[in-house]
Every structure is written in structure tokens, then in C-alpha cells.
């Protein structure tokens, strides 16, 4: 079993649906990171939180440490948020990646 | 600024052959990382240089060597290539020296074909 497990692996959405993705992890960390890959491979950080809730424009992600659960929520999704989500974990020595989220986000 | 850069964006080698993947950032971070992407696998990271000066080996190091030049540029190398090392490689850097709580800054990927 992976260390940082994300679902759904593949999501599609139509424009300004309300988008959640999630992410669990089996290890005590001490921050999660939500990344975005842009369909060319770019890789761009969005999110690095430890407790609670943080907000971006459209974006918010949640942690639940008792629970060692997080969820990324895109609000009034656009084609342009078409790309693959990817959840990481940090504990004090190494950053431990998900496998990400493949988004499609249709007009 | 140009954030992080990679050369080159891509590139086939036959088994065997070396090569080097050049990464630069121009932030002034002291941190730079050496991750390998593969279908159905996160992001691994390979080697990090924690502050100039300074590597360390990562989750899969083997078959890597990696130099940091000077504060800007952190290089990989692949000395005898193979097929298994068929992947694509992101450089990133964080304003450290090394914290694994710092956001990281990736640059755009190299795609590497080992034949």
C-alpha cells in the first residue's frame, strides 16, 4: 500500500461544477503540499499546510491530522483547471509524493 | 526571472551512453532537488543538495551522480545509461538551506528515452 493514496485517480467535470479531490496518507507528517501539473509537465505548488484550511482564488484545501485526510476543492471549475493534482507528504526528512489526480474539466 | 531551468528538454540515448542534465535557478535558493517521474508512480526523489556545497542521495539514487556547481546550477549525471532510468526528470530548488516544509519551485522536465 502506498504512503499517500489519492482519489478518484481520474476525474471529468463539466464547467462551474464544484470539484473535490482527496488524498490520505498512512505516515506522521509534519506538512502536506498540493501540487498542479499543467498538461505540458510543468509542476507548480499550490498549497503547503498543516492543520486547518487554506484558500487561493477558486482553491481551497482542507487537513484533518486525526484523520491523516486531506481534500483539495476547486470551486466553479474552468477548462483551464484541466490537469493532474498531486498530493504530497513531508515528514522530518523526506518528501513522499502521491501519484496524482488526472482532472478534465469539460466547457 | 526564469525560476528554474532545464537542459535539455528532451533526449534519446542507446544503453550505455552518458549524459548531463543541467538545471539552473535564479532565485538565490540554497536548495535544489533532483526528482525521476514515472507512469504510475509519484515523484521520487533521486538527489538534493541541501545548501551549496552539499549533496546528499535520495530514494533512488543508483546509477546518478549529481554536482552542484555553485549556488545556481545542480547537474545530473547519468554515467552508463539504461532502460530503466527511461523517465522524466524535474529539477527543483527551495529558498533553504534544506527544510522539507519549504515550497518547492520545479522547473519544466526533461524527457529522457533510453533505447
Known amino acids: 500500500k502506498n504512503e499517500v493514496e489519492q482519489s478518484p485517480q481520474n476525474l471529468t467535470a463539466q464547467e462551474g461544477e464544484f470539484i473535490t479531490i482527496n488524498c490520505s496518507y498512512s505516515v506522521g507528517i509534519s506538512a502536506l503540499h498540493w501540487l498542479q501539473q499543467h498538461p505540458g509537465g510543468g509542476i507548480v505548488s499550490l498549497f503547503m499546510l498543516s492543520s486547518g484550511k487554506k484558500k487561493h482564488g477558486r482553491l481551497i484545501a482542507t487537513i484533518n491530522i486525526q484523520e491523516k485526510h486531506s481534500s483539495l476543492h476547486i470551486t466553479a471549475s474552468h477548462p483551464r483547471d484541466s490537469a493532474v493534482y498531486i498530493c504530497a507528504v513531508s515528514d522530518r526528512s523526506r518528501l513522499t509524493f502521491g501519484e496524482g489526480t488526472q482532472l478534465t474539466v469539460n466547457p | 526571472n526564469a525560476g528554474v531551468t532545464q537542459t535539455p528538454k528532451f533526449q534519446v540515448l542507446k544503453t550505455g551512453q552518458s549524459m548531463t542534465l543541467q538545471c539552473a535557478q535564479d532565485?538565490?535558493?540554497?536548495?535544489m532537488y533532483w526528482y525521476r517521474q514515472d507512469p504510475g508512480m509519484g515523484l521520487r526523489l533521486i538527489y538534493y543538495?541541501?545548501?551549496?556545497?552539499?549533496?546528499d542521495k535520495g530514494e533512488v539514487p543508483n546509477g546518478y551522480n549529481v554536482s552542484r556547481l555553485n549556488k545556481r546550477e545542480f547537474s545530473l549525471r547519468l554515467e552508463s545509461a539504461a532502460p530503466s532510468q527511461t523517465s522524466v526528470y524535474f529539477c527543483a530548488s527551495s529558498e533553504g538551506p534544506y527544510t522539507i516544509q519549504e515550497t518547492q519551485y520545479f522547473g519544466p522536465g526533461t524527457r529522457l528515452l533510453v533505447l
Open positions: 543538495s541541501a545548501s551549496e556545497g552539499t549533496t
Open positions: 532565485m538565490n535558493h540554497n536548495s
